[in-house]
């Protein structure tokens, strides 16, 4: 059975780091571009970043660029989010998800385009 696992969420205080695992089981996470999505209350789930495929591009949303990094550990089926100096504006549930490869920015950051997701893992950034 196809799932993917998300960890790595805590409360953590403004500049402070977190690093997402996204573990997959019953497939290989390398064959595919996976996204990290996130939604805060009352608001919709945007793409924050994501990986086209194994070694393809990746991308980043305007409000996280330069301070998160999405990485692939292949051996361990995992991809990662770290993210440093944190916001309370980053406060939100994060998911990741994955679909077929793409090559375009607008579909990799979609959340209309993915169709297998985790469960979520909350952070928290508060003063």
């Known amino acids: 059975q196809e799932q993917l696992v998300e960890s790595g969420g805590g409360l953590v205080q403004p500049g402070g780091s977190l690093r997402l695992s996204c573990a997959a089981s019953?497939?290989?996470?390398?064959?595919?571009?996976v996204g990290w999505f996130r939604q805060a209350p009352g608001k919709e789930r945007e793409g924050v970043s994501c990986s086209a495929s194994g070694g393809g591009s990746a991308y980043y949303s305007d409000s996280v660029k330069g301070r998160f990094t999405i990485s692939r550990d292949a051996a361990k089926n995992t991809v990662y989010l770290q993210m440093n100096k944190l916001k309370p504006e980053d406060t939100a549930v994060y998911y990741c998800?994955?679909?077929?490869?793409?090559?375009?920015?607008?579909?990799?950051?979609?959340?209309?385009?993915?169709?297998?997701w985790g469960q979520g893992t909350q952070v928290s950034v508060y003063e």
């Open positions: 019953g497939f290989t996470l390398d064959w595919y571009a």
């Open positions: 998800a994955v679909r077929p490869p793409v090559h375009t920015d607008t579909i990799c950051m979609s959340p209309g385009a993915y169709n297998t």
